[in-house]
């Protein structure tokens, strides 16, 4: 009962500290009086209460706040010039009536431009706005994961309140240099080809550009399923995506139980364009808490090109000068300052890990329009998805020619390093040469040699969707290409090889796959337990008859 009380009297004191205190504490001494009528043994404990509540009562002071207040001059498509805010600065919150946050995000000399946080109802020119001294902050925290958030941190997905007890601002400064360590530790995404050609290492920017519907979403989907168990946090952020695409990606994400360890932030379309500007850096805000931790993060962004839409949007709206294609000239900094977040900590900083993979949607191919020219020069590297090579089927359909990986290789697990040397070299020849083949042009027999594994080649990196790789996998079907094991199969019969082959060393060679995992080093043993596997498994599969394609 003395508990009851006690925590009553805290959470008045707490809550309330204007004139209507004791007005509050009457009421509380009422119903006080009212419980404890019919208990005689407890009363004199009680009165005892209200003589202390009283005299702390008479202690309190009101005080006064003073608020700044400004007038809405106009207001429209999510923007509001607001005047006689004095003390306001740049990034500055103010409120408005309705419970709508803004931005302050110009300054002129008499008004301030402010960009809407929510939806613009009840609020038109004459209204008034209150200056919050708070700078925008965003909800952090263990509890975010498994959630759909917005880009202001509140949840989405019908999910409970988010009880976060840590909130941060969404500009942070990148890690020190001297904080950083060299990307060194592999991040698989268990996309053959990317983990073989155009590796990515844990701290690293990678930039996955594409013409529409080439797959862009299902490579960065494929890398966030692959983490499952691997102690890797991910972030998803979908900017200016259709609701339907983004239902699907839940969906996805759902299936494969990845939401056990991923955050997803959305901006659909119809969300005010401040919260798609928003987004990205909600993510990066998000993700820095568990780098904190010393956890390794990857984080999506799904599509920039959106958010560089919706920052030119804005921009176009404060009445910002245009630059080229009509994006403001501030929009290579914005991207910069968000992707030099992502990093390697150094040990004595914890060692966590930021692994950025933004999304760029191109138009007809043009890698050379400006903001996938901006984000390639600010990346690390990028993984260009070509269209006629989807179209034709051969999927993941990256461009070998033109991706890159700048820092990935160093990180790269030495097992599968030595083999993709050799794979991305004949690869690149084949490419060039069956061109030729084409013109029906009659071939020595080196290269018709180059051109049957180069075939096999590209048909053993294709990879249907959701269905990750794992490390032993990817090292053990590279092994049986480089040293001619499929040259002998039929290219229409590659996958069922591909299939059998790994279910057969599943059930009768795990501890060669488990020695492939474990090792870092490609030694001559590991080499000749993976050419023992290959050649037993070759005498149980039936060669096919016809292998000159
Ligand atoms: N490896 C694959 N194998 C088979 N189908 C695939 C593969 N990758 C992608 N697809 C299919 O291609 C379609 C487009 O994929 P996705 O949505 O990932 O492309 P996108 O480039 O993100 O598209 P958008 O430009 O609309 O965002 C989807 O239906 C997807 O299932
Ligand atoms: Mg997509």
Redo the contacts with the bound molecule.
Sequence with gaps: MNLDIKINMEQILKGFSHESFSELISDQIKIIKDTYTNEQENFPKTEAIIQSLRSKSKEITSTVIFEEVGTVQHIGNGVANISGLSQAAIDDLVEFRNDTRGLILNLHTTSLDVILLGNDEGIQGGSLVTHQINKLKIPVGIDLIGRIINALGEPIDDGPDINSLDFRFIERPAPDITHRSPVNTPLQTGSKIIDALFPIGKGQRELIV?D????????ALDAIINQRGKNVKCVYVSIG?KKS?LSLVNDVLRKNKAFDYTIVISAAPDDPPAQKYLAPFTGMTVAEFFLDQGDDVLIIFD?LTKHADAYRELSLLLRRPPGREAYPGDIFYLHSRLLERACKLSDNQGGGSITAIPII?MQQGNISAYIPTNLISICDGQIV?DKEKFNKGF??AVNIGISVSRVGSAAQTEVIRGLANTLKLELSQFEEVEKFTRFGTELDESTTQMIKRGRRLQQILT???HRPYSLSEQVLLLFAANRGYLDSVKINDLKKYERDLLMWSRNNKPDVLEIIKIEKVFTPEIEKQITDLLDSFSSYWEKGDDANE
């Design positions: 594409g529409r519907q080439t797959g862009k979403t299902t490579l995506q695409s599509d949607a998805l999927k993941p990879q249907t969707i």
